[in-house]
Every structure is written in C-alpha cells, then in structure tokens.
C-alpha cells in the first residue's frame, strides 16, 4: 500500500509539473506565433507583393457571391454550418462541398484570451445588427460569402518559402497531375491480386517501398501488385498551393491515380496513422473491392455525445504538453501555424543539405528514406492535412468504422506499438469494440514508427497470412 500511493503521489506530481511548466512554454509560443505572424506578412508582401492571409483571425466579412457568374476557372465561397465550414467549390461544370475542419480558426490562446478580456471592458458594444434587420424563419436564406483568406490560399506556383528544387517541383513540368505511384509487380505482369499502401502523416511511399517490399517471400512477389502511393502533397506528388487538402481531395487523387489508373476491380488495403483514415473512407466508397483492411496505429477517438469532435481530436492528438517529446511536438505543430511554418522553412526548403549531412556524420551507415519522407511537403501541405483530415475527420471515423462493420465484407486486422507515444494504444481497442470482428494486435516495446521499421521481415510474414486468408478460391489475373 505505501508503495502504491508514493507512485500515485509520483503520478499526480509528475502531471501537475508537466501542467505548470507547460502554460509557460506554450504562453511564450503564442507570443513568438503572435510576433511571427507579422514578420511572415512583411516577408510575403516582399517576396509576393502582396499581403497574405493567415489562419489567426476568423474569416472576415465578405461580399455576396452572385448566382450564375461568368467567370471562367475556379471559385471558392464559404458558408458557416455548424462544425465545420462547408466550402463550395464552383467550376465551369460542377459544384463541389467540401468540409473544412474548424480547428484551421479556433485555436484559442492565452494571448487571445487575455485580449478578450480586455474587450469586455469595454462597454456599450454596438450589436452586428439590429432588429429591423432580423428574418423571419421563413423568408431566411443560405448566404454563400467569399471567403477571402480560402481564395488567397488557393495559388498554384510555390511560396518563397517552400523548396523550389527539380524533385519538389517536377510534377509543375507534367501536364498529368497524378500522384506518384510506386508500383511493383511480377516479372511476367500477371498478378493474381493487388495491394494499396497508404502513409501516414509527414511520411511517403518509402515507409513501405524500404522496408516491406524487399523483403516478401517469393511467392508473394510473384502473384501480388504492390501499389504504394505518395499522398496529395508529399513524397513525389504534386504540392499545389491550390489545393486546401481535404479529405475529399484526397481520395479523388487516390481514386484517379491508382484505383482507376491501374484498374483496380478488388485489392488489399494496408494503412498507416492518417492512412487509416483515408483506407476507411476508400472502404466506405468502395465496399465491394476491399479484399482486407490492415490499419497501423489508427487516429480513431471515440467522441463523446455533445462534444465537437474536431476539437476534441484535437486535444488528444495536441494536449499542449512538453511531455512526452512526441506529445510536444504534434501540439507545436497543430496549434501554431507560423512556428510550424518557420520549421518548415528550415528543414524543408533545406532537405537536401539535411540529407548530405545525415549521410555525412552517419558515415552512409544510415539510410535516410524516413527523413526523405519526413521533409518532403509543404507547410500549405501539412497545415491543411492535419487539420482537414485528421482533426475534421474526427466526428466521421466512427460513421466509418459503423459502415465496415455492417456492408464491408472483408478481414480487418489493426496493429498496434505498445510504446506509441503519438497514437495510444486504446484508438485500436476502439475499433474493436466498434468492429467486433477486427484481430488486434498489440506489438510490445514498439512505437509509432517502429511498428514497421525494424520488424519488417516479420510483418512482410503478417500481411502475407492475412491476405492469404482473404484470398477466395479462385483467383484471375487482372491483365
């Protein structure tokens, strides 16, 4: 008994140190965010010649949009709705809905807190309308508003401050704006079946192409098409600065570039992290193809009733604590775009140089595809992904895993690193307990990333048992 409460006493101190120190620190980042925001708009102004909006402020007031414009090309209006801001996109033949996670404008800081406060002594605050103004129930009408700060975003030449070298900048040479897809296959090109890789955050198709595909059996290269892709914005893909990276841009550059690309009627799905979250919404389009479903480390948090799940995803991916490391790093990264953007800067627009000196000090012993893929994209890139997909899924995750357990008939399998710092393991047990069905595997003493790396050879020898339990009787070639 003493030896237990010394540790709850550990415990309870240990969380409150980490709670204290963390106010500090995460107070002098709103301020060096606050102070960047200013210096980033100069900058732009003088690389640019223009000022460029920024995600600190909610979107300002903005004209009507009329009806039936004659303008040619791409149009982007928002209208408010709840959680998120429904984000239509208007070309010359269609109108898209998009959903943009609200996390991109409330993140609320102690700096903006304490502004707040000050306003409230402020008295005889003018009201943004008065009654004359009201509409009855009946006669109130959507309102679709430009919203300035999307329409900024939406530029296609790189920033100044992402990196202009030939491998990131290639695909602005190609009229094919696909994503790349790193494709390996029988020697005879008649395999029996297909298996689609999805990485993760920050991540590319050399998770996959550097550790698993050299090392399945024979047999498996010989009757397997291995497709592993690089997401919209990472890797070899195309980085546009048009795009805002939602989900639903996402999966039509999946489904444009390989399911249709390659002709894909049935395959296996293998995803890692934010992976998963596309592998799901792929099983719920495509119910019918899916032959197994095998998530790594899956972002599911099961979102309490009355609570908005993009905010709450948010806390628990990005607590605002200085421990763990990995824990610090994801709320550096989710709640402060110009710090985030300044190490993009740093690390990206310099990855080569980054690259020679890891292969320098290493000696070459050190193989360096994982910070290839760690720097590979753009700060518009991984700003948008993170909270469109990760933190905007949040409330969809569980429609999903809902719609796999009852009309996708396939094997789902979920790994797991018992020491994940990032992705606790208790995401999986969610999905099991939403998905009864699914094999859980908890792999002990490994992480978010050496779930794979590491054990490669032995989870080659896992997916290969999985598909070969998918696999139907007969099989037929797909060329």
Known sequence: MPTTRLKLHSMGFSRWLNRTVGFFVFFILDIVDFLLCFTYKTLDFFFESEWKPCYCCPPPEAKPIAAGGSRVGKMIVSERSGEYSKVVSLTRTKIHLDEISDTLYSRPSLLTRLTKLVKCFKKDVVKCCDESKKRSPST??????????????????????????????????????????????????????????????????????????????????????????????????????????????HLEMIER?????????????VAHSLGCILALALAVKHPGAIKSLTLLAPPYYSVPKGVQGTQYVMRKVAPKEVWPPMAFGASVASWYEHISRTVSLVLCKNHHLLEFLTRLLTRNRMRTYLIEGFLCHTHNASWHTLHNIIFGSGSKVEAYLDHVRDNVDCEVTVFHGGRDELIPVECSYGVKRKVPRARIHVVPDKDHITIVVGRQKEFARELELIWRRSTTPQLHSIN
């Open 140 to 249: 109130k009408k959507t309102l679709l508003t430009v919203n300035s700060t999307v329409v900024e975003k939406l530029r296609r030449t790189p920033r100044w401050s992402d990196c202009h070298c030939t491998f990131c900048t290639s695909w602005l040479s190609s009229s094919n704006h696909s994503l790349f897809v790193n494709v390996q296959q029988p020697k005879d090109n008649k395999a029996q079946e297909n298996v689609v890789f999805i990485h993760g955050f920050l991540s590319s198709s050399t998770f996959w192409t550097e550790t698993l595909f050299p090392n399945f059996s024979d047999s498996a290269k010989s009757n397997y098409r291995f497709l592993a892709v690089d997401l919209l914005g990472y890797g070899k893909s195309p980085k546009p600065n048009d795009s805002l990276y939602t989900l639903k841009e």
């Open 257 to 269: 570039s390989v399911i249709s690309q390659f002709r894909l009627k049935t395959f296996h799905l």
